[in-house]
């Protein structure tokens, strides 16, 4: 429920539909069908993930761990599909090798940066010490290991992983929001930003500026190795539907190379949208569970805020219209800058002290400025279709998705529509029809598998 203050803030900022309308006129709306994307996928059973993760952690060699050694385990990436049940399957087979293992927030400044914070963070992922068999350890503490060779920048770990006999980091390969390179985000990045919390995150981010991640994470990352024993991790790849499709563990021999190759395989099963060329995008919402700049600068081809990295190529999208923040994101409206317009919605539920946190950390406050502000959706789509050019309601390119994550299934107008009834990669599921509002916002709910 959101606060007076909150109710308050939106309403001085939102822009009223009819004062809207006054400006830009009452053009005609487009009408919207639902298109699908036609996906081949092989994914994973989730009863059978955690016996997968088990036999991931077989292919590492804990050659020169101790009888009985500690093993601390990465954990923290939010939105990963079956993560609690892909974590107790690592920590029954360290635990049957005759390890001691344990968890620790690998999530740098995540969770308010604060013990309780990132404790809470995990249980909510659903990692929480009765599920997944093992102890939580969790603290922002950090040690030094290392500096740089040529830059003399302090390369910091959890001090909790650091005093373990081995260390795995468990978490997903995917493209990254911020910065294209060889590895983006997966173990290595939870090895330099993830473990090194609150400050080995600000640290990263501020070189970044001048240091772009792609060359900062391998070079921190070889460090890292050289440094800890890091015996491997275990690598999670995820399907167009967000359903676990790989997991496999990743001896520290091969660990970027490896992820390199996961990566790409990442990037080829990715969902994006099915147009390189967008006139108007509407999400129903945000979230740092969707992703860690709320939405995929790699969907949207669009990264304002990034730290001397260039956008995405594709694809190119006029306006971008967003309705509200996920529940998850508890007020996280990091990337909200993205947008062109947004509901007021989100300036209802947004918290500006972890927002600013986050963008702080990360170096990327041009990410949180807050765009245009809108009372209801039918404003918001005035507002677009009137900044675009001459464009006639039935020639517009426009999508509603319910977020940059899920893209199944589209609302789409007529154009869009009438090509995908030529594409072997799109279905036609419904007929465009008129919008629907109710007091002017959307009738029809999201579209979510």
Same mark, same amino acid.
């Given at each position: 429920?959101?606060?007076?203050?909150?109710?308050?803030?939106?309403?001085?900022?939102?822009?009223?539909?009819?004062?809207?309308?006054?400006?830009?006129?009452?053009?005609?709306?487009?009408?919207?069908?639902?298109?699908?994307?036609?996906?081949?996928?092989?994914?994973?059973?989730?009863?059978?993930?955690?016996?997968?993760?088990?036999?991931?952690?077989?292919?590492?060699?804990?050659?020169?761990?101790?009888?009985?050694?500690?093993?601390?385990?990465?954990?923290?990436?939010?939105?990963?599909?079956?993560?609690?049940?892909?974590?107790?399957?690592?920590?029954?087979?360290?635990?049957?090798?005759?390890?001691?293992?344990?968890?620790?927030?690998?999530?740098?400044?995540?969770?308010?940066?604060?013990?309780?914070?990132?404790?809470?963070?995990?249980?909510?992922?659903?990692?929480?010490?009765?599920?997944?068999?093992?102890?939580?350890?969790?603290?922002?503490?950090?040690?030094?290991?290392?500096?740089?060779?040529?830059?003399?920048?302090?390369?910091?770990?959890?001090?909790?992983?650091?005093?373990?006999?081995?260390?795995?980091?468990?978490?997903?390969?995917?493209?990254?929001?911020?910065?294209?390179?060889?590895?983006?985000?997966?173990?290595?990045?939870?090895?330099?930003?993830?473990?090194?919390?609150?400050?080995?995150?600000?640290?990263?981010?501020?070189?970044?500026?001048?240091?772009? &991640?792609? *060359?900062?994470?391998? %070079? /921190?990352?070889?460090?890292?190795? #050289?440094?800890?024993? @890091?015996?491997?991790? =275990?690598?999670?790849?995820?399907?167009?539907?967000?359903?676990?499709?790989?997991?496999?563990?990743?001896?520290?021999?091969?660990?970027?190379?490896?992820?390199?190759?996961?990566?790409?395989?990442?990037?080829?099963?990715?969902?994006?949208?099915?147009?390189?060329?967008?006139?108007?995008?509407? &999400?129903? *919402?945000?979230?740092? %569970? /969707?992703?860690?700049?709320?939405? #995929?600068?790699?969907? @949207?081809?669009?990264? =304002?805020?990034?730290?001397?990295?260039?956008?995405?190529?594709?694809?190119?999208?006029?306006?971008?219209?967003?309705?509200?923040?996920?529940?998850?994101?508890?007020?996280?409206?990091?990337?909200?800058?993205?947008?062109?317009?947004?509901?007021?919605?989100?300036?209802?539920?947004?918290?500006?002290?972890?927002?600013?946190?986050?963008?702080?950390?990360?170096?990327?406050?041009?990410?949180?400025?807050?765009?245009?502000? =809108?009372?209801?959706?039918?404003?918001?789509?005035?507002?677009?279709?009137?900044?675009?050019?001459?464009?006639?309601?039935?020639?517009?390119?426009?999508?509603?998705?319910?977020?940059?994550?899920?893209?199944?299934?589209?609302?789409?107008?007529?154009?869009?529509?009438?090509?995908?009834?030529?594409?072997?990669?799109?279905?036609?599921?419904?007929?465009?029809?008129?919008?629907?509002?109710?007091?002017?916002?959307?009738?029809?709910?999201?579209?979510?598998?």
């Amino acid at each position: 429920m959101q606060s007076e203050q909150s109710e308050g803030a939106a309403n001085h900022l939102s822009v009223p539909e009819k004062t809207v309308v006054e400006a830009c006129g009452d053009p005609p709306l487009p009408k919207l069908g639902v298109i699908e994307q036609v996906w081949d996928t092989d994914p994973i059973s989730p009863e059978d993930t955690g016996d997968i993760a088990s036999r991931a952690v077989r292919e590492l060699s804990f050659e020169n761990i101790p009888d009985g050694g500690e093993i601390a385990l990465g954990v923290g990436s939010r939105g990963i599909a079956n993560l609690s049940t892909i974590v107790a399957g690592v920590v029954t087979e360290v635990s049957d090798a005759g390890y001691e293992p344990f968890v620790f927030p690998a999530m740098g400044s995540h969770g308010g940066a604060t013990d309780e914070g990132q404790r809470g963070m995990l249980n909510e992922l659903g990692v929480t010490e009765e599920i997944i068999g093992c102890e939580i350890r969790s603290s922002m503490d950090v040690v030094e290991v290392g500096r740089t060779p040529n830059r003399d920048v302090p390369v910091v770990a959890d001090a909790n992983a650091v005093d373990a006999d081995a260390i795995i980091p468990i978490n997903r390969v995917k493209p990254h929001t911020d910065f294209d390179g060889t590895v983006e985000s997966g173990l290595s990045k939870m090895l330099v930003i993830g473990m090194g919390k609150q400050r080995g995150a600000q640290i990263a981010h501020k070189w970044a500026v001048d240091w772009s &991640f792609q *060359r900062m994470i391998p %070079e /921190i990352t070889e460090l890292l190795l #050289d440094s800890l024993p @890091i015996v491997g991790g =275990v690598a999670i790849v995820e399907d167009q539907y967000d359903d676990t499709t790989l997991i496999e563990g990743v001896p520290p021999s091969g660990f970027l190379d490896r992820e390199a190759e996961l990566l790409e395989t990442a990037y080829n099963i990715m969902p994006t949208f099915p147009f390189d060329e967008l006139d108007i995008v509407v &999400f129903d *919402r945000q979230g740092k %569970e /969707i992703s860690g700049q709320g939405i #995929d600068t790699n969907v @949207i081809g669009r990264r =304002v805020f990034s730290i001397n990295e260039p956008a995405p190529e594709k694809p190119d999208i006029k306006r971008i219209y967003t309705r509200g923040l996920t529940e998850k994101t508890h007020g996280n409206a990091m990337g909200v800058g993205s947008a062109d317009i947004i509901h007021e919605d989100i300036v209802a539920e947004l918290n500006a002290q972890t927002t600013l946190i986050n963008a702080l950390t990360a170096s990327t406050i041009r990410g949180v400025r807050l765009p245009p502000v =809108v009372e209801t959706d039918r404003a918001g789509l005035v507002a677009a279709l009137s900044t675009i050019g001459v464009v006639e309601s039935d020639t517009v390119r426009l999508v509603r998705a319910a977020d940059s994550m899920h893209l199944h299934q589209l609302y789409a107008s007529p154009a869009l529509v009438a090509e995908a009834r030529e594409r072997d990669d799109l279905r036609v599921v419904e007929e465009p029809q008129p919008i629907e509002f109710e007091n002017g916002q959307f009738a029809k709910p999201s579209l979510v598998d």
